[in-house]
């Protein structure tokens, strides 16, 4: 049998705890902007400890209201250059510059340093975004930083759902939080995104951007640019009920991880990326760093082909400032970023994986280490 790269686990009483609030919705008629979606934000706020949150139609649009309301137009917003697309486009949409910035190897995150090199005097915001579920240490040190600055920092948590670090959760260290729920993430309704923030200013300001830029929901006046950003109340409910899972679907997701760690340090060369004293990671992702010269390719195929084991897609592969369409953005290497992107795997992490699955991965992964790395 092949471990999947990646697996949605929406178990059966959900499914039917699902088609229960589809019947409801359909025989009221409340199909958007109803009671589930003000549900799903209240669970998805109480979840992250956070007082607001605003649902809407994906991550990336999370991350341009966040964007908009900071006024970002004309201005630079410091993006990390091992992101998703999402992370830069938003900023793009939202009528931003990115400038890209290097990394810390030892988090694939921001650090302040290389936050400060990235600063112009036009910066208006900045992008932190927890990758693969990682919450930098460096996060208070960013915040004084932009603090300091006057600028806003915006953490992109699209895969940090339940992440914490120090005991805060992800979405509460900056002005705004942005969460995806697209099918990847830890925790899903096929499409969707979540907003949330402790400013009852960035909260209104959200709900109006979200119904396109209407002051209220009865009126039709518009105040604001905004846009077809509602998330229907099917999604609501879909979101809900997974969302319940969020915990346990963590624990599982750390008890592989812990398994990874422990083997991990018996294949010399295979480097895990160390979780820091303080950070609580949803394991989003597992990353390792293969060693400098070994094939990327042909470490995945060989996991795959020799032992059914598919590995997930990178975080990322291709740096932003090396993507096409954002070449004019790019300016100068940035060494760290392009090490990670070019050097890392991910190792599958499944909320209901097995042992037998991870035996499965940790045969593959010696056998291969034997033949490839020693
Ligand atoms: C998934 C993702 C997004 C975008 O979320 P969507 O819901 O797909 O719009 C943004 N940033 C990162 C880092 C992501 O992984």
Redesign the pocket.
Known sequence: MDVPAARVVYPEDDRSAVADAVTEILATGAMTLGPRTERFEAAFADAHEVPYAVAVT????A?EIALRITEVAGRDVVVPAN??Y??AAAVLHAGGRPVFADVAADTFALSAATLEAALTPATAAVLL?H?GGLITPEVDAIRRLCDDRGIQLIE?A??AHGCSYDGRFAGSFGAAG?F???A??VTTCG???MLVTASDRLRDEARIYRDQGKGSFLTNHHVRQGYSWRLSEVHAAIGEVHLRRLKEFIETRREVADRYHVALAGLPGLQPLAEPPGCRSNYYKYMVLLPEGVDRALFKSEMRERFGVRLPGE?YDLPLHHQPVLAAYADGPLPVAEDVCARHVCLPVHSDMRDDEVDQVLSALSAVHADLIN
């Open positions: 994906s991550g990336t649009a991350l992101t998703f999402a992370t975004v990758i992109d699209a895969h942005a995806s729920f697209y990847t993430k499409e969707g995104g975080v």
